[in-house]
């Protein structure tokens, strides 16, 4: 994904690396209930792979890093703000972790979730 050249070598990171990081910071945030898939597709091949990074898009072009992150929230929580705080927080998490700057990250709420109905 990206490559840097140092004295002693290169170093590569994956895309995979990448969501991985985004996919457990947007889990840790406030009114986040869980990841989404993508799409349907996405979805059964979620429950065939156990893919822990299903939910989380990561796209590089070579000059810039786009991070889609698609979640369900806990309903009653104000998903402007939520979404808001999201989006800080993997930019924040994937930039200090790979020392990569982050052009947009993008958060698409699938659905909200009643957790407690007493």
């Known amino acids: 994904m990206t490559d840097e050249k140092y004295s002693l070598g290169n170093i590569l990171v994956s895309h995979r690396a990448i969501a991985t990081v985004a996919c ?62 999201i989006a800080h927080q993997v930019q924040y998490q994937v930039e200090t972790t790979f020392n990569i700057t982050v052009n947009h990250v993008n958060v698409h709420v699938r659905g909200l979730r009643i957790s407690n109905t007493d």
Do not use: F, M
């Open 24 to 85: 457990q910071s947007a889990l840790s945030s406030y009114g986040v209930v869980g990841l989404a898939p993508k799409n349907l597709v996405n979805g059964l091949a979620n429950v065939i792979l156990k893919d822990p990074t299903n939910g989380v898009e990561v796209k590089y072009d070579g000059n810039r890093l786009d991070i889609d992150v698609y979640v369900v929230l806990e309903y009653g929580t104000r998903i402007k703000s939520v979404a808001s705080t």
